[in-house]
C-alpha cells in the first residue's frame, strides 16, 4: 500500500511538471494549403500574432522560453490549445483574461482575439494561404500597412515596449520610420540588414507583404 501510494505521487509530480509539454493527442504539423481566405491561415495570420505579442526575446522566444512556453512555432504553439475547444486553450484563455501580454506590454486588438478563436475553432490546423497574385491596388497605411505592422511588429514597437527605441503602432510613428530611416527598415524587412537586425526576428514576412510594404513606401506612404 505505501509503495503504492509513493508511486501515485510520483505520477502526480511528473504530469504536473510537464503541463506546458503535453500536446494534443492526433496533433500534426503538417501545412495544409488553403484554397480561399474564408478559412484563417496559421501561418501568415495567427503564428504572427504570438510571434510578435508574446514570442519576443525575453519572453516566449526559442531561445528566453520563458516559464517554459515558447510561441514562435506551430508545434509549441499547439501545446497550450485544444482544437475546438476554446475554454480548453491556455494559449487564448490567458490572452481574454488580460494575464498576457504582460500590463506594460502592447495588447491584442478584439479583432485579433476573435481571428485566434476562429483559427481554434476551424480544428486549430497548421493552415496557409497564398494568393496568386498580390492586389496592391490602393495600397496606404490604413487599407494594408497597419494590419501588417499590427500583426508583425506592433508587440515589440509600441509606446510602452519601444525595442530599439522603434515604434510602429500608428500611421506617424511608421511615417517617421519609412521616411527617415528608409534603408534601414527596407534592409530589416527583406533580410538583408544582418548582425541580428532583421526584422520580425521569428522569421521573415510574406513576398505579398514585403511587397505591399515596398510599395507603400514608394509611393510616398500614402495614409
Not at 495567427?46 to 517554459?68: R, W
Amino acid at each position: 500500500m505505501r509503495l503504492t501510494i509513493v508511486f501515485v505521487l510520483i505520477l502526480t509530480v511528473v504530469f504536473a511538471a510537464c503541463k506546458h509539454d503535453m500536446v494534443e493527442p492526433g496533433t500534426s504539423s503538417e501545412v495544409v494549403i488553403l484554397s480561399s481566405t474564408d478559412s484563417v491561415s496559421f501561418q501568415t495570420q495567427i503564428l504572427p500574432l504570438y510571434q510578435s505579442y508574446c514570442g519576443s526575446s525575453g519572453c516566449h522566444s526559442a531561445a528566453s522560453a520563458k516559464e517554459g512556453v515558447v510561441t514562435t512555432d506551430y508545434f509549441n504553439i499547439r501545446k497550450g490549445i485544444r482544437s475546438k475547444n476554446l475554454n480548453e486553450s491556455e494559449y487564448y484563455t490567458i490572452i481574454t483574461s488580460g494575464e498576457m501580454p504582460p500590463k506594460r506590454s502592447a495588447k491584442l486588438s478584439s479583432a485579433q482575439i476573435a481571428l485566434i478563436a476562429k483559427w481554434i475553432n476551424e480544428g486549430a490546423k497548421n493552415t496557409l494561404y497564398t494568393p496568386n497574385n498580390c492586389n496592391s491596388s490602393n495600397n496606404t497605411y490604413s487599407l494594408g500597412i497597419a494590419s501588417i505592422l499590427a500583426a508583425n511588429c506592433v508587440g515589440c514597437h509600441n509606446t510602452n515596449l519601444a525595442s530599439g527605441g522603434i515604434q510602429l503602432h500608428n500611421y506617424n510613428t511608421a511615417f517617421a520610420l519609412a521616411s527617415g530611416s528608409q534603408t534601414v527598415l527596407l534592409n530589416a524587412i527583406n533580410y538583408t540588414a544582418g548582425g541580428g537586425k532583421n526584422m520580425p526576428p521569428a522569421g521573415k514576412l510574406s513576398n505579398c507583404d514585403l511587397q505591399l510594404i515596398n510599395q507603400w513606401i514608394a509611393n510616398g506612404m500614402p495614409q
